[in-house]
């Protein structure tokens, strides 16, 4: 018999509970998405080669994923029934691509398309039929490196960073627009990630780092809330390869992705390398994903406890 995502969860064991977190990873180069219980020990998973950039467990215990095929120009979103069975497949038009799929509150997603004449904001249904098409930049130097996961704020807004630029919009920076692609904000910095905080703030992830930092919190006003930097890892003796996605729990806690990628790694020499790594706004570690627990990156990681349930309003992500 089949066994649905949620009774897979169920299953874990109240002592693996207490050790630390039941968590879904995805990501590029992560061999799939995947269902990991609190021991590390992998629950589920569905192979795949395909660059899985943004992925969810969503409250109905199905799945949503991003796909990206580079060298075959397909990209779009996979939504997955609680069994495990593809409800259906959305994808963007033909050499375009996406790394996006966050849920929206009308049950659809958003999708960031990337082409070489300009970037979009996409909205899609539940169902997976397109609902909204809103261009917010002119042609990207670099398709494949343009948007990696955007995201709708409350307010209605749009956030994305840029890997690379579009049009005169200049990359390694994080930008708003308003519902109709009215360019709101330019951030000074962020090159994968931003999520728009209950606070009022703006959470980035930097990438390989930016002026030392990992991650930014920035105030409405651009000044900085809070930040990891590489002197908080070395002193905490980690060391991180990259920062692609993120979550910032209703406890103020924020899990960081660590993937390997470059040679320039930030934080202690030598030091520890986890998957994803849970820390304080002390800055202190409390939780990590081992190496061990896979020989994959886990650049989209989502918590799947009380504290980073999908059903919860402090899921942020």
């Known amino acids: 018999m089949r066994k649905t995502l949620m009774g897979l969860l169920a299953g874990v064991s109240a002592s693996a509970l207490a050790a630390g977190h039941p968590f879904f990873a995805a990501g590029w180069k992560s061999g799939g998405p995947a269902i990991y219980d609190a021991a590390f020990k992998k629950q589920w998973q569905l192979e795949s080669a395909d660059e899985l950039t943004d992925g969810w467990v969503l409250p109905d215990g199905g799945i949503v994923y991003s796909f990206s095929k580079r060298k075959e120009g397909i990209a779009g979103v996979v939504r997955l029934d609680p069994e495990k069975n593809k409800r259906w497949e959305y994808r963007v038009a033909p050499g375009h691509d996406n790394h996006s799929c966050q849920p929206l509150p009308h049950g659809g997603f958003l999708l960031g398309e990337c082409g070489k004449e300009a970037l979009w904001m996409v909205e899609i249904d539940r169902d997976g039929k397109p609902l909204k098409r809103v261009k917010v930049a002119d042609a990207p130097l670099d398709l494949h490196h343009a948007f990696r996961a955007v995201r709708k704020t409350p307010q209605g807004t749009y956030l994305g960073t840029l890997m690379k630029g579009a049009g005169k919009l200049k990359g390694g920076h994080a930008y708003e627009w308003d519902a109709n692609g009215t360019l709101l904000r330019t951030f000074p910095s962020g ?127």
């Open 191 to 317: 090159s994968f990630h931003a999520v728009r905080l209950p606070n009022g703030n703006t959470l980035v992830s930097e990438g390989s780092g930016t002026d030392g930092r990992v991650m930014t919190e920035y105030a409405p006003d651009d000044s900085i809330a809070w930040a990891l930097t590489g002197e908080d890892l070395e002193a905490a003796g980690l060391q991180i390869g990259m920062v692609c996605g993120f979550q910032r729990l209703p406890n103020g806690h924020t899990v960081v992705s660590n993937v390997k990628h470059g040679k320039n790694p930030l934080g202690a020499r030598n030091g520890a390398s986890p998957k994803a790594f849970e820390v304080t706004p002390n800055k202190k570690i409390v939780w990590k994903v081992p190496a061990s627990a896979s020989p994959h990156n886990m650049g989209s990681i989502q918590l799947l406890d009380d504290r980073g349930n999908p059903s919860n309003a402090g899921n942020l992500r």
